[in-house]
């Protein structure tokens, strides 16, 4: 018994099947690459966004040790007791050398790190200082910040 085929019926169907199957598989490639492309540039900003956290609490410990070392030069380099003339210190290198704000990023990093303290009158009568500790840095998806807040109260 001899089974005759009919190529020429065909000819064109499996041309067709193999352009449908390079056109899904094309498809799912570039899904995945531009789901890939986002995932990276998520955990880079969350990379970053962690750093600048770290960066922060750096400078919030640092001005910890500031006020327990001396508390009355501490409290002296704070301004204003409404905020309105509070007083900026860039703090990359963990000094009170730089007044104002950070011209310049840290040294080797995108980051500039700013401190501003101000007096703050607390309802018990204590002398407070309200300091706040910004971590700056900009990319290709703009300016970005970290902030820190926090209330040092003289020890009596």
């Known amino acids: 018994m001899v089974i005759k085929i009919n190529i020429k019926k065909d000819k064109g169907q ?3 099947e193999l352009l449908v199957a390079l056109t899904l598989a094309v498809m799912i490639v570039v899904a995945v690459v531009g789901l890939s492309a986002v995932s990276i540039k998520t955990a880079y900003r969350a990379k970053q966004d962690t750093e600048a956290k770290r960066l922060a609490e750096e400078a919030m410990e640092w001005l910890r040790s500031e006020k327990k070392r001396n508390w009355s ?3 002296n380099k704070a301004d204003g007791d ?7 210190y860039c703090l990359n290198n963990l000094n009170w050398s730089s007044s104002g704000s950070c011209v310049n990023n840290m040294t080797g990093k995108i980051y500039k790190r700013e401190a501003r303290l101000y007096r703050y009158l607390t309802g018990i009568g204590k002398q407070s200082v309200k300091s706040t500790v910004d971590v700056k840095w900009t990319d290709n998806q703009g300016e970005h910040i970290v902030t820190l807040t926090t209330v040092f109260t003289s020890e009596e």
């Open 82 to 88: 409404d905020g309105s003339n509070d007083t900026d």
């Open 14 to 16: 499996f041309l067709i």
């Open 73 to 75: 030069d501490f409290y």
